[in-house]
């Protein structure tokens, strides 16, 4: 954007590259880079371009598009960047002065038109369970342990200061804050997504409440492992799909940290106690994800073969994972998702049980073996129709007999056995039961209307581009109330790409800021520090700044101050705030206190207070960083 506003203001000076360059000591060449993005500028040569034309620097450094026909000018270039247009093997267009602007609007119009007819509905049922077919056994064939998925987590982990236990809110803040993102809660956001991303913005969009089976947590951490993984707009449903279960895994992984959870599981299965519910609990995780987590890692550091079945009260299989040569019911294709279970199974026997919610252990005897089931159904698993009796899917972590005794529960008594999916085991009732009934009954049958429809079309099968567009347009210039505030500098893969320019613009106005704060400082003499421990009342002789619920940063101490370039705490003049301020927010007679701190290069943290009888009577934290560099992807939202 900084060079078409460049050029624009060139132009409307009426100079060509060769004046321009003759009067901040640049040959055109290097200014035409810039002009076409090629290049960003250093500061210094920003405001000496500002100079040379007349206009302030921060006109230069506007993100709108100087005029319409610069708009057309992107918009255009974007479109040929597109899959879809490139497919055609068209060469490059350039567009000239004289091009007229009804012609870029065509060109515009057409290239949208494009996008538009080739984004069909992405599968059809069949080619969808075919794809998960493959996805599945895809997973099999590496005993659903990704290696490089662990180490993305670990290497979030570890630039966030994670030392151990379940990930805390602040340290949830940090990973997604050192990878320049925030976090926004938003009670109106579209109902065909479970969480949006703004790339413009840096912001994470999502509600305050579970989604299905994901609490806020993960889905924060999907959100997250797209960008982390190098995901791209999907190809394909099979691409969607791969897309989707590598960002599940990664939010596992980060929420149940490989270098923590293996231990502990060796130790249980030393102590011959190995349980599910114990991750749920030291990791405050759901049990599905906690089961999903144990056949990531027991097959592949413990050498125990399991399976895995989600479903609910009627045996109707929603996922299912096995690597122990477990036999679920299939179609023709080998798919399993819709199928119905065995009665037998532990999966269906646990809605029947005494205490649905606690575990189920049981040994089922199957044509292809006998196998150790641990079942319980989940409450927060995110069934809440009919077709999973309102109470929840249930969740079958399984292994085969001779693998039973590492696990808690395996003295259990309970043994069914089950022929399906071979002879006549459930599908069909008992013969004299069936010939008491036998057409003297006429069930009235619930409509499955989604079976006679196609897959939702579009690359993000089901989002409504619309919806989304209108959203981020309405929360582009809103405040950033409600957003996880913590992190540190950004040294993270996903950012080392960033654009110099606006760091360089950034730093800029970080300078500009540290003197007016020094001239505030000259007038108010000396400050008091203040602890930024959130959601804590603190006193203002209270020394100490601190980074929010992570470990020191490198060259750093507890209090979070830089030994290798001195903290200039900055304060604001106070002012007084408006009156009328309630539920956690000052009052009468408040006063409101602004510190920044200096961090580092390119990132300074800002906190607000308000003191009221010598007491912060409400705070809030933001990290001010640039979020400038080229983002994957062609738009702005994900």
Known sequence: MFGQRLRHARRAKGLTLAELGEKVGRTPSVLSLIENGKREPRLSLVEQLAGALGVPVTELLKKQPPSRRARLEIQLEQAQRDPSYQALGLPELHVGTRVPDSFLEHLVALASELRAQRAKPTATPEEARAANAALRGSMRERGNYYTAIEQTAAAALDRAGYTGGALSQGMLSTVVARHGFTVQFASDLPRSVRSLTDLHAGRIYLKQEPVGAHSPRTVILQALGHFLLGHGTPADFADFLRQRVEANYFAAAVLIPERTAVPFLRAAKDRRDLAVEDLVDVFSVSYEMAAHRVTNLITHHLGVPCHFVKNDASGVIYKAYENDGIAFPADATGAIEGQRMCRQWSGRQVFAAPDRYSPLYQYSDTP?????????????????????????????????????????????????????????CCQRAPADLAERWEGKAWPSARAHSHVLSVLPSGAFPGVDDVDIYEFLDRHKDLPPDGVLRAGGPDDGAAREQADDGEDQRDERALRQHADHDRRDDDDDGEQPHHDLDVGRRVRPHEAGVRRLGAAPLPGRDADGRDHRRPARLRHRRERRLPPGHHRGRPGHGAHRLKVRVR????????????????????????????????????????
């Open 368 to 424: 292809s073996g006998t196998y150790f089931c641990i079942a319980q159904v989940d409450p927060g698993s995110g069934a809440t129709g009919s077709g999973a009796g309102g109470g929840g899917y249930a969740i079958t972590l399984g292994v085969p007999f001779d693998h039973s005794r590492w696990f808690r529960g395996r003295e259990s008594k309970l043994r069914t056995r089950s022929r399906c999916p071979d002879g006549d």
């Open 599 to 638: 961090l580092g290069h390119n990132l300074a943290l800002r906190h607000d207070l308000a003191l009221q009888d010598g007491d912060v009577v409400w705070h809030g934290v933001k990290f001010q960083r640039g979020v400038g560099g080229r983002r994957t992807g062609r738009g702005r939202a994900w």
